[in-house]
């Protein structure tokens, strides 16, 4: 109880300190490259029970211009367990004066569950305000009281790429009965203090000036310094739960939330085994029930108490047709199991930033859930929400991290396919003439493969006015485009997509008096170079590699005619290889070849000017034109 008025005493002071809100009061180094600069944040979380848990947050920010206001996060979370104690907002001008009080009566209370979900009980307060000029200050608090221990209140003292920071605090006192675990990341960098006891975490750190954010940069949260904390001993919606490690962590999440949810009715099965009657490949049988459930099922959401980590039964989505990432995850597995194939319902974040699990820390996490089939050296994953999506696929909303997949004797750290390089093909072979007139008619076929054929298969799903518009965004270099006739080859047993186009345009060549200019890499020339900086700061990512081969056959007007041929291009580089060449093929007809290839990787900065070069390479070769004589 002493402990507690002290902290109570030293939170209230610090409180009551922090009332300069002038913006001339803050440190010009902190305001250099900085959208917002939080002038501070603390969390102050009091666990008395594995059960019972109180947390206090206060955030002051500055916001410096339009771009910051992503930071001010004005909102707070809660649902029928999580209850909102107290929340105040004040709002201050440039000289720090009060401008501005939102209530609790004026904070706006909404449903926090997306479009996709048929019923769940989050909702969120959320508070608005449209400022009449910059820069402003936001003093938001907020206090919450919770029976969930499952997840811990993490401290990550800084947002993102330009913001800074001049206070940062974060004090948690956890009852002697229970056992906690905590992982420091990203620490080294930063004068971080750390003042904690055995059953008293307290961190500080304070004047952190803003990252400028640079082209290329890795995600944020690879840098940022983040504090994990978990209870070996924790709760979960009416749950208790046990864990020390991924292995008893999966071993709690099968035995509390999974086991005994995998039943399906007996009518069922017999299907199951009349539909692989004759069928003695295992993969293919595997495949056969995947598209069973894309046939016969839907995704809606459902997020009510447990039922926000715990699938619905399967006998229920056997019946009613339809259930979220859970359920429907389970219900393949179920169907699988009747079979006598073994897989195994795997926990992952979700998402194109490719977030990971933390290998050496359980605790939990994740977002979304998909299914890892055993297959040898060679695991089969499933995505079981999606209707289109090609049988063991996963594209870049879950490739290429780890994951927890929870089987009968505990958890394991597995990792998803990576599309990477090679994997990621565009293959384009075509015919285009050109006329004498100065426009262009092309037939065109596009191949596409992993990750390039993922961006392009959203096309199959438009309205044919969005489709033109789709391909009229997509060659925007083209002016005066039409779209003569457009199929479409979906192989999703190889996962490949080809488009065949037939375009024209009147407006393509350039006339200079008799004779003609034109670009021959039409359908596909890079104009990116990325920035240049004097003094970089960061490393920098390709983030997945991918290789494009282009072959188009061109076919010139009779009455001109090209004098010299380009000479050929080979330009070799760590970070990928290029080549293009232009040949006589005939009289008047030319074979265009251009072939990229990029590698995925992170790179010391030390060689981002070698890197901006090879493209600034690629964009002169790519770009360039030819002149045909009359």
């Given at each position: 109880?002493?402990?507690?008025?002290?902290?109570?005493?030293?939170?209230?002071?610090?409180?009551?300190?922090?009332?300069?809100?002038?913006?001339?009061?803050?440190?010009?180094?902190?305001?250099?490259?900085?959208?917002?600069?939080?002038?501070?944040?603390?969390?102050?979380?009091?666990?008395?029970?594995?059960?019972?848990?109180?947390?206090?947050?206060?955030?002051?920010?500055?916001?410096?211009?339009?771009?910051?206001?992503?930071?001010?996060?004005?909102?707070?979370?809660?649902?029928?367990?999580?209850?909102?104690?107290?929340?105040?907002?004040?709002?201050?001008?440039?000289?720090?004066?009060?401008?501005?009080?939102?209530?609790?009566?004026?904070?706006?209370?909404?449903?926090?569950?997306?479009?996709?979900?048929?019923?769940?009980?989050?909702?969120?307060?959320?508070?608005?305000?449209?400022?009449?000029?910059?820069?402003?200050?936001?003093?938001?608090?907020?206090?919450?009281?919770?029976?969930?221990?499952?997840?811990?209140?993490?401290?990550?003292?800084?947002?993102?790429?330009?913001?800074?920071?001049?206070?940062?605090?974060?004090?948690?006192?956890?009852?002697?009965?229970?056992?906690?675990?905590?992982?420091?990341?990203?620490?080294?960098?930063?004068?971080?203090?750390?003042?904690?006891?055995?059953?008293?975490?307290?961190?500080e750190m304070n004047d952190i000036a803003a990252q400028k954010r640079e082209a290329?940069?890795?995600?944020?949260?690879?840098?940022?310094?983040?504090?994990?904390?978990?209870?070996?001993?924790?709760?979960?919606?009416?749950?208790?739960?046990?864990?020390?490690?991924?292995?008893?962590?999966?071993?709690?999440?099968?035995?509390?939330?999974?086991?005994?949810?995998?039943?399906?009715?007996?009518?069922?099965?017999?299907?199951?085994?009349?539909?692989?009657?004759?069928?003695?490949?295992?993969?293919?049988?595997?495949?056969?029930?995947?598209?069973?459930?894309?046939?016969?099922?839907?995704?809606?959401?459902?997020?009510?108490?447990?039922?926000?980590?715990?699938?619905?039964?399967?006998?229920?989505?056997?019946?009613?047709?339809?259930?979220?990432?859970?359920?429907?995850?389970?219900?393949?597995?179920?169907?699988?199991?009747?079979?006598?194939?073994?897989?195994?319902?795997?926990?992952?974040?979700?998402?194109?930033?490719?977030?990971?699990?933390?290998?050496?820390?359980?605790?939990?996490?994740?977002?979304?859930?998909?299914?890892?089939?055993?297959?040898?050296?060679?695991?089969?994953?499933?995505?079981?929400?999606?209707?289109?999506?090609?049988?063991?696929?996963?594209?870049?909303?879950?490739?290429?991290?780890?994951v927890l997949v929870i089987k009968p004797s505990g958890g394991e750290i597995k990792?998803?396919?990576?599309?990477?390089?090679?994997?990621?093909?565009?293959?384009?072979?075509?015919?285009?003439?050109?006329?004498?007139?100065?426009?262009?008619?092309?037939?065109?076929?596009?191949?596409?493969?992993?990750?390039?054929?993922?961006?392009?298969?959203?096309?199959?799903?438009?309205?044919?006015?969005?489709?033109?518009?789709?391909?009229?965004?997509?060659?925007?270099?083209?002016?005066?485009?039409?779209?003569?006739?457009?199929?479409?080859?979906?192989?999703?047993?190889?996962?490949?997509?080809?488009?065949?186009?037939?375009?024209?345009?009147q407006s393509y060549v350039t006339k200079m008096g008799d004779d003609l200019l034109?670009?021959?890499?039409?359908?596909?020339?890079?104009?990116?170079?990325?920035?240049?900086?004097?003094?970089?700061?960061?490393?920098?990512?390709?983030?997945?590699?991918?290789?494009?081969?282009?072959?188009?056959?061109?076919?010139?007007?009779?009455?001109?005619?090209?004098?010299?041929?380009?000479?050929?291009?080979?330009?070799?580089?760590?970070?990928?290889?290029?080549?293009?060449?232009?040949?006589?093929?005939?009289?008047?007809?030319?074979?265009?070849?251009?072939?990229?290839?990029?590698?995925?990787?992170?790179?010391?900065?030390?060689?981002?000017?070698?890197?901006?070069?090879?493209?600034?390479?690629?964009?002169?070769?790519?770009?360039?034109?030819?002149?045909?004589?009359?």
């Amino acid at each position: 109880m002493r402990f507690f008025l002290l902290v109570s005493l030293i939170f209230t002071t610090v409180l009551s300190a922090q009332t300069n809100y002038s913006v001339s009061s803050i440190n010009d180094s902190l305001k250099e490259n900085a959208n917002a600069v939080v002038r501070l944040d603390e969390t102050y979380v009091e666990i008395t029970a594995k059960n019972k848990m109180e947390v206090t947050n206060r955030r002051v920010i500055t916001i410096l211009k339009k771009a910051g206001e992503s930071s001010i996060k004005p909102y707070a979370f809660y649902n029928p367990k999580t209850k909102i104690t107290d929340i105040i907002a004040h709002i201050y001008n440039d000289r720090g004066v009060e401008i501005e009080k939102i209530r609790r009566k004026d904070f706006i209370d909404v449903s926090a569950v997306d479009g996709g979900t048929l019923y769940g009980d989050s909702r969120v307060k959320v508070f608005r305000y449209t400022p009449t000029s910059y820069p402003y200050t936001v003093d938001f608090s907020y206090t919450y009281t919770t029976p969930n221990t499952a997840f811990l209140p993490r401290w990550m003292p800084i947002d993102d790429y330009m913001v800074s920071v001049e206070r940062s605090l974060f004090n948690m006192q956890i009852d002697k009965s229970l056992k906690w675990r905590k992982k420091e990341k990203n620490f080294d960098n930063y004068a971080i203090v750390n003042k904690s006891s055995e059953f008293h975490v307290s961190y500080e750190m304070n004047d952190i000036a803003a990252q400028k954010r640079e082209a290329l940069s890795p995600s944020f949260y690879h840098y940022e310094p983040q504090l994990m904390i978990a209870l070996e001993e924790f709760h979960l919606e009416g749950v208790d739960g046990v864990a020390k490690d991924w292995e008893s962590m999966g071993n709690w999440q099968y035995n509390s939330l999974l086991v005994n949810r995998d039943i399906l009715p007996e009518a069922t099965i017999s299907l199951m085994k009349q539909k692989l009657t004759g069928i003695t490949d295992r993969v293919e049988k595997i495949k056969k029930v995947y598209e069973y459930v894309q046939n016969n099922t839907r995704y809606i959401s459902v997020q009510l108490g447990i039922g926000g980590w715990q699938p619905i039964s399967a006998e229920e989505v056997d019946r009613v047709k339809y259930g979220d990432c859970k359920g429907l995850t389970n219900y393949t597995k179920a169907l699988l199991k009747s079979q006598g194939i073994e897989s195994y319902y795997s926990v992952v974040h979700a998402g194109r930033s490719k977030l990971s699990m933390e290998k050496d820390f359980a605790i939990m996490q994740g977002n979304h859930v998909i299914l890892n089939v055993p297959n040898e050296e060679n695991d089969i994953w499933l995505e079981c929400t999606s209707q289109k999506i090609p049988f063991g696929f996963l594209g870049d909303f879950t490739d290429d991290r780890d994951v927890l997949v929870i089987k009968p004797s505990g958890g394991e750290i597995k990792h998803t396919h990576k599309y990477l390089n090679d994997n990621n093909l565009q293959k384009t072979i075509g015919e285009m003439e050109v006329t004498d007139s100065g426009g262009i008619t092309a037939n065109l076929e596009m191949e596409t493969y992993g990750i390039q054929y993922d961006s392009h298969a959203e096309v199959l799903s438009l309205s044919e006015k969005d489709k033109n518009d789709y391909y009229t965004e997509y060659w925007s270099n083209i002016n005066g485009l039409n779209l003569d006739e457009i199929i479409f080859d979906h192989d999703k047993n190889n996962i490949r997509l080809t488009e065949k186009i037939r375009l024209s345009t009147q407006s393509y060549v350039t006339k200079m008096g008799d004779d003609l200019l034109f670009k021959p890499n039409a359908f596909n020339a890079s104009k990116y170079v990325p920035s240049r900086y004097n003094d970089r700061k960061l490393s920098f990512e390709i983030d997945r590699g991918y290789t494009d081969n282009d072959e188009i056959d061109i076919k010139l007007p009779v009455n001109y005619k090209l004098g010299k041929l380009p000479t050929p291009v080979i330009i070799t580089s760590e970070f990928g290889n290029y080549e293009m060449s232009i040949e006589r093929i005939a009289e008047n007809q030319l074979r265009y070849k251009r072939k990229i290839q990029m590698k995925s990787g992170l790179y010391d900065k030390s060689k981002y000017d070698g890197y901006r070069d090879f493209r600034k390479k690629i964009k002169k070769y790519d770009n360039m034109k030819i002149v045909l004589n009359k």
